[in-house]
């Protein structure tokens, strides 16, 4: 009987499960990707834009050049779905479903975003980036200051990388006398949730580079009359150019969906990603995933959002519904691993991998700064935005026969 899978988000998680459900499944299995964006712009590659390092062309791709010719693409806004029904409502029409794969990631708040008239910026938006170099390139001296406006944001580690491009784009400019480089955030310490290790490790790198990092600092109020910003504890900073990481939402269109819960995120069974709903799974940003055992201020420490794991959960989510429709076994559990190559100037990257779910705490160990981290993140990139081919193929194998000597399982 014919059935249609139905994609929201198309993403880092909805790309990956999109092409890898319709490599296995037959073609009469429908697969449709709801997305309201025609182009894919590579987040990740924002760090680099920011500092010149890239072009806008350099970083973007229309979605369905990224997507196998057999999948379904729809370029509609999703507006709420109904999983009693298996109906999804978009802007044009109502889509039945048999399964249901939520990918919306996060929605960035307003609030600090299209300010770049007051000086105030940001890196989490393609056309923010993009105002942002502008304004990394003509500030001559003075106080660069970011701030994590709340918790969680995507990507835990791209607030210190961006610091640290930035401080090197100065360096390169001449200014390094010139500009103070600062960095607020409510969190701890940076990645709390790799543990102390690595947030030393890294807390040590901001050191050296003559980085003001600023742990448990929420930001309370923005002046951009008189150029300064404040903290929930009193201290005051003033700026000459502001970068804001805006706070994150869940996807609107979820909230009466019965899938979230008080947090707005879609809680989910951490190796299956399997929601309240029969036949609804949810992966990447929009989800809410405790770590096994691991607790602040008497709540469970969530699973970060990064693309690395909405990435690794749409492997597996692709294999749960392939076993399901096509009558097989499956052992396909999501286990928690992750890494990040965590960007630092002067073509070096750190690089952090571990075992999220490890217990009694994460297991998360990071290397020293290294050209081949570096390099890995840009074979990576270069990967995701080839379109299927030759160059495609290329990268792949490159990143598996680098994994494979270097013995970190990569799975594409
Ligand atoms: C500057 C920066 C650097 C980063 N660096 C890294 C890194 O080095 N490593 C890493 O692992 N992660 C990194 N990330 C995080 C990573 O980009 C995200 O975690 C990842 O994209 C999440 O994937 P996703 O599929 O959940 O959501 P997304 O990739 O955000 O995709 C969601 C898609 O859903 C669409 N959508 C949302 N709502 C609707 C709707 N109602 N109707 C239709 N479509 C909708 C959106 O348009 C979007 O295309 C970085 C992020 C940023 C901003």
Same mark, same amino acid.
């Given at each position: 009987?014919?059935?249609?899978?139905?994609?929201?988000?198309?993403?880092?998680?909805?790309?990956?499960?999109?092409? +890898?459900?319709?490599?296995?499944?037959?073609? %009469?299995?429908?697969?449709?990707?709801?997305?309201?964006?025609?182009?894919?712009?590579?987040?990740?590659?924002?760090?680099?834009?920011?500092?010149?390092?890239?072009?806008? *062309?350099?970083?973007?791709?229309?979605?369905?050049?990224?997507?196998? +010719?057999?999948?379904?693409?729809?370029?509609?806004?999703?507006?709420?779905? &109904?999983?009693?029904?298996?109906?999804?409502?978009?802007?044009?029409?109502?889509?039945?479903?048999?399964?249901?794969?939520?990918?919306?990631?996060?929605?960035? &708040?307003?609030?600090?975003?299209?300010?770049?008239?007051?000086?105030?910026? *940001?890196? #989490?938006?393609?056309?923010?980036?993009? $105002?942002?170099?502008?304004?990394?390139?003509?500030?001559?001296?003075?106080?660069?200051?970011?701030?994590?406006?709340?918790?969680? #944001?995507?990507?835990?580690?791209?607030? #210190?990388?961006?610091?640290?491009?930035?401080? *090197?784009?100065?360096?390169?400019?001449?200014?390094?006398?010139?500009?103070?480089?600062?960095?607020?955030?409510?969190?701890?310490? /940076?990645?709390?949730?790799?543990?102390?290790?690595?947030?030393?490790?890294?807390?040590?790198?901001?050191?050296?580079?003559?980085?003001?990092?600023? /742990?448990?600092?929420?930001?309370?109020?923005?002046?951009?009359?008189?150029?300064?910003?404040?903290?929930?504890?009193?201290?005051?900073?003033?700026?000459?150019?502001?970068?804001?990481?805006?706070? %994150?939402?869940?996807?609107?269109?979820?909230?009466?969906?019965?899938?979230?819960?008080?947090?707005?995120?879609?809680?989910?069974?951490?190796?299956?990603?399997?929601?309240?709903?029969?036949?609804?799974?949810?992966?990447? &940003?929009?989800?809410?995933?405790?770590?096994?055992?691991?607790? !602040?201020?008497?709540?469970?420490?969530?699973?970060?959002?990064?693309?690395? @794991?909405? %990435?690794?959960?749409?492997?597996?989510?692709?294999?749960?519904?392939?076993?399901?429709?096509?009558?097989?076994?499956?052992?396909?559990?999501?286990?928690?691993?992750?890494?990040?190559?965590?960007?630092?100037?002067?073509?070096?990257?750190?690089?952090?991998?571990?075992?999220?779910?490890?217990?009694?705490?994460?297991?998360?160990?990071?290397?020293?700064?290294?050209?081949?981290? %570096?390099?890995? +993140?840009?074979? @990576?990139?270069?990967?995701?935005?080839?379109?299927?081919?030759?160059? $495609?193929?290329?990268? !792949?194998?490159?990143?598996?026969?680098?994994?494979?000597?270097?013995?970190? /399982?990569? $799975?594409?």
């Amino acid at each position: 009987m014919k059935k249609t899978i139905a994609i929201i988000g198309g993403g880092i998680g909805g790309i990956v499960i999109a092409n +890898k459900l319709r490599n296995t499944l037959p073609d %009469h299995v429908r697969i449709m990707l709801l997305e309201q964006n025609k182009m894919h712009t590579f987040a990740a590659s924002y760090l680099w834009l920011m500092v010149g390092q890239r072009t806008t *062309d350099n970083i973007s791709m229309p979605l369905n050049r990224l997507v196998d +010719k057999g999948v379904d693409t729809v370029f509609e806004e999703v507006k709420s779905i &109904d999983t009693s029904a298996n109906r999804i409502k978009t802007s044009a029409q109502t889509i039945s479903y048999d399964y249901l794969i939520l990918s919306p990631g996060a929605d960035l &708040d307003r609030k600090y975003l299209n300010r770049s008239g007051e000086g105030i910026h *940001d890196f #989490y938006t393609f056309e923010g980036t993009q $105002k942002l170099l502008e304004a990394l390139n003509e500030i001559g001296s003075g106080e660069i200051v970011l701030a994590i406006e709340a918790m969680p #944001y995507k990507c835990p580690g791209a607030p #210190y990388e961006a610091a640290m491009l930035i401080k *090197d784009h100065m360096n390169k400019r001449g200014l390094s006398g010139r500009i103070n480089v600062n960095l607020y955030t409510p969190e701890p310490q /940076p990645l709390p949730v790799a543990g102390p290790e690595l947030g030393n490790s890294v807390s040590r790198l901001l050191e050296k580079k003559g980085i003001r990092f600023f /742990p448990n600092h929420r930001l309370s109020e923005v002046n951009p009359g008189e150029k300064k910003i404040g903290f929930d504890n009193g201290r005051e900073q003033s700026y000459d150019l502001l970068i804001v990481v805006p706070k %994150h939402n869940p996807p609107a269109f979820l909230a009466n969906s019965g899938l979230t819960d008080e947090s707005g995120w879609v809680p989910v069974d951490k190796s299956t990603l399997q929601t309240r709903a029969e036949n609804v799974y949810a992966i990447g &940003d929009t989800t809410s995933v405790s770590i096994p055992g691991k607790w !602040q201020n008497d709540k469970p420490m969530k699973l970060p959002k990064a693309g690395v @794991f909405a %990435h690794g959960q749409a492997l597996v989510v692709a294999d749960l519904i392939e076993a399901k429709i096509l009558g097989k076994k499956t052992a396909a559990t999501f286990c928690g691993d992750g890494f990040c190559m965590l960007e630092a100037g002067e073509d070096l990257a750190g690089f952090a991998y571990g075992d999220f779910f490890a217990e009694p705490n994460p297991q998360v160990k990071m290397k020293n700064l290294g050209r081949l981290w %570096h390099f890995g +993140k840009v074979l @990576f990139e270069k990967w995701w935005l080839s379109p299927a081919g030759i160059r $495609k193929t290329l990268y !792949q194998n490159l990143l598996l026969a680098g994994g494979r000597l270097l013995g970190i /399982p990569i $799975k594409l």
